[in-house]
């Protein structure tokens, strides 16, 4: 089953109206008799899942009453989230973003998982601009998907927490680049250098994503576009060091989660097929979910970087298709613009 | 005015039932008809504000049904926020805590504040025990004051960040001291080692603090014990380097906050009045707000800690009174538990 917010909603604008989505993002149907958010929904999941599962087999068989969807109607799935937690999954895109700050790789990092404690007080719907004050911060998109769990209880072992994902969805999250290196220096991690991140118009069940959900990875190519022109086709299943099994359960280490809880895979990343970090996609490489990884690698080649970060006036494009070219989550589509 | 959270509620346990409490915290009386919750109300405060003031008016001229107000019924405040950023406003603990791992302290620290990002989806109530799976992980207390704020637009002043706020709590940071080292030299800042934080019974409108809320800061002894034993008595309005305004502007730097976030002080430390770092209760001196504290000038006297982290079966209370020695937020009361 596919879930969306609606903006607006009967509980106020702050946490939208929840819908069920055709599984081709063509129509959608009412469920707030069910759940009248999305987070009402996580919060009672027992009831609440099945009663949608059920809804979403009406909408298909088209006995209800239905209405189009449009994705920029769309607010995040949750317009605001008790809590993003985000990982570094793809240890590869960690290696160069750290080689670009000119910091090392501990050992460590291919076997602990890095997890930062982002903002989710807001998330800004898939179609939002993004507010930039000043565009010498560096302003970066960063590709991922991001799984969206059930209660998990602190202590849980990487199969409870898979079994506790609830839902997968896309994320943009927007990074301020040249205020991350101060910022960490600090010591107390990213806070200014992560403004508020977007979600995907739609989010998916993992039993709905077939074949493609498998081990805790979600085994598509993420498509992003910069200005209309493609930017990165990594594959999410590909170069993921740390399952979002395994990412859930380090997050629940010392403290259980709330229902809600949104967990990021970090910036997909595939390596080169010689093993080297990715090239661009007009040398016939994958590409990148980053800026700051084509720049890293513009600095090794010609000892500088060549593509800038986003600009007001920028549009980023971040979507994944199933092997028919059919959009899983919708596609997050923003526009840099001066705040 | 006085807000509390029943444990139980309109809209199922998650978010307990807002009542407003009598200033002296013996009585309260049912808010559901005005927000079922304390994020209800943060959500819509231009209307919520003005007719639970209204409601502690009638409360406090006895002249609506009201009930007795038990500390032990009630839930945190907000039971989870949307989001929970903690400055370390009191730079003397910083300095001193970070001298306890090797650390220097930066210049820049006096004048650029440190926040992390802290998890919200769950705070613990009040009387909740603190779950700790290994002793061995340094359980240790912060006491702090927090303040939860309205809507606050990107780039905010100091004085609308202040003028945003419209409640102040007490808080019990909780953290895992042995775990923090190696979180933090990974770089992302904490996480694991930062489990579920504790609000006061009850919050309150700066309004209501009088003239002991001043250019953003809470000018009371922040009283704490330990088993029973005096521990800290540090005034919270001394030594506090950043004000509740400076620290909600910084939060604010590159993105909006939402209504209902909470942003801490940091843990509350006093100077000895001869400059040096604050002695023991015992030896006439204020006391500390974590133990970590004592630690470092046990450290530095003796040439190693005495006082243990926090154990099972520890007990932890934080309050903070006025000059009739009323309790103003009610007492955050705590047994370690083994998870």
Excluded at 85 to 109: I, M, T
Excluded at 179 to 201: M, N, V, Y
Excluded at 225 to 235: C, E, L
Aim: with cysteine.
């Amino acid at each position: 089953m596919k879930l969306a917010s609606l903006k607006g909603g009967l509980t106020g604008a702050r946490d939208g109206r929840l819908v069920v989505v055709s599984d081709d993002l063509a129509w959608c149907a009412d469920a707030a008799h069910i759940a009248p958010t999305l987070q009402a929904a996580l919060d009672d999941w027992g009831r609440a899942g099945p009663a949608l599962a059920s809804l979403a087999v009406d909408l298909q068989h088209e006995v209800i009453p239905m209405m189009r969807f449009h994705e920029r109607d769309a607010a995040s799935p949750l317009p605001r989230a008790y809590q993003w937690a985000d990982g570094s999954a793809y240890v590869n895109h960690v290696e160069l973003v750290r080689r670009a700050r000119g910091a090392e790789l501990p050992e460590s990092f291919w076997s602990d998982p890095l997890m930062y404690q982002g903002g989710s007080d807001a998330f800004l719907a898939p179609r939002d601009p993004i507010p930039l004050a000043d565009p010498a911060w560096g302003c970066d998109l960063e590709g991922e998907v991001a799984v969206i769990v059930d209660d998990v209880p602190q202590g849980a072992s990487r199969d409870q927490a898979l079994a506790a994902i609830r839902l997968v969805c896309l994320v943009n999250d927007v990074s301020l680049r040249n205020l991350i290196p101060a910022e960490l220096a600090k010591g107390f991690g990213f806070f200014q250098s992560k403004p508020a991140s977007t979600l995907s118009p739609v989010a998916v069940t993992p039993d709905t994503l077939g074949a493609a959900w498998q081990d805790g990875k979600l085994h598509w190519p993420l498509l992003i576009t910069v200005n209309g022109r493609p930017f990165g086709k990594a594959d999410a299943g590909v170069d993921m060091t740390f399952d979002f099994g395994t990412l859930v359960a380090h997050a629940a280490k010392t403290r259980s989660l709330g229902a809600g809880t949104v967990i990021g895979s970090g910036t997909v990343s595939n390596r080169d097929a010689d093993g080297g970090p990715g090239k661009p996609i007009a040398e016939g490489g994958l590409g990148y979910s980053c800026i700051a990884e084509i720049r890293m690698i513009e600095t090794i080649r010609d000892g500088q970087p060549a593509t800038p970060f986003l600009q007001p006036g920028d549009r980023v494009r971040i979507e994944m298709k199933d092997g028919q070219g059919h959009s899983l989550f919708g596609a997050i589509e923003q526009e840099v613009v001066t705040a």
